[in-house]
């Protein structure tokens, strides 16, 4: 014990000076902690405003916080006399070897944050991305989920979305419907011309701004080709398709205008028996 006290005594000046050192760093991983707290904060505020999901943001926060710190572990390693030259490239190594790991889950993770902060797809949208397509159900940070017409959930790696041509259906408020509909040489175009127009304009939800179209396209072999184009709003779309369809089946029966359909003659030879 007398040398344990006499070590003390004859060191006092070096202690003083260590403990001022730790005083010191305790300090700076106190302020780091604060500032962190602070920032994080004003980082989530923002990006709230932008209306950001929540996912990226506690992503984003959680990433900040974790460089903050490991600046300050760093700072404070080095004040109390840490050699952290060699604890650097360590670090530096193992990043390097767990990024080479899990490239494919980083670039999940950096797809999913440009997909939720450009935001080129929303949830509940009805698009198609990487050859599929489906409603958007939700959007994490390694994958997007779709959920296709007949009720199955596809999981898309974020980085296949992102990579691919994505077309968004419900992005705009007005979609325009494209039919093609071919009628016999024999028909009178006038006449079909408004038939199909009437079909139209009978059906409350075709919009007359932009007015639909109704033009010739092409004469084909056995048919006129009609290109019939109105306009619904997005939600409209499918209903009015399939109605629009059946409408205009009926009314050319009911004015005698036919619609071509492939015919195929076929010549039975009888052989004479002796």
Excluded: C
Excluded at 76 to 84: C, K, M, Y
Excluded at 129 to 157: C, H, M, S, W
């Amino acid at each position: 014990m007398q040398a344990i006290i006499d070590w003390i005594n004859n060191n006092q000046d070096m202690l003083i000076e260590y403990s001022i050192k730790v005083i010191v760093a305790i300090v700076i991983l106190f302020a780091a902690s604060i500032v962190t707290r602070i920032l994080a904060s004003i980082m989530r505020k923002g990006m709230q405003k932008r209306q950001v999901d929540n996912a990226v943001i506690s992503f984003l926060t959680a990433i900040v916080k974790s460089l903050i710190f490991i600046a300050a572990l760093m700072v404070a390693l080095n004040q109390i006399g840490v050699e952290t030259t060699s604890f650097i490239a360590i670090l530096g190594a193992a990043g390097l070897a767990i990024g080479l790991a899990l490239q494919g889950s980083l670039s999940n993770i950096a797809s999913g944050v440009l997909l939720i902060m450009f935001r080129p797809i929303r949830s509940g949208e009805y698009v198609e991305a990487a050859n599929t397509a489906g409603t958007v159900e939700e959007i994490n940070i390694f994958q997007t989920i779709l959920k296709t017409p007949d009720r199955k959930v596809v999981y898309l790696p974020n980085s296949q979305v992102i990579g691919s041509a994505i077309t968004n259906y419900n992005r705009e408020p007005i979609r325009r419907i494209d039919l093609v509909i071919g009628v016999s040489y024999s028909a009178n175009l006038q006449k079909t011309k408004k038939v199909l127009m009437d079909v139209l304009k009978n059906d409350e939800r075709i919009l007359q701004d932009p007015e639909p179209v109704v033009t010739v396209t092409a004469l084909n072999s056995s048919s006129v080709d009609f290109n019939v184009r109105p306009w619904t709003k997005t939600e409209d779309h499918w209903p009015t398709r399939w109605d629009l369809l059946e409408k205009i089946k009926d009314r050319l029966d009911e004015e005698g205008i036919g619609i071509p359909f492939p015919q195929m003659d076929v010549h039975i030879k009888k052989e004479d028996k002796e």
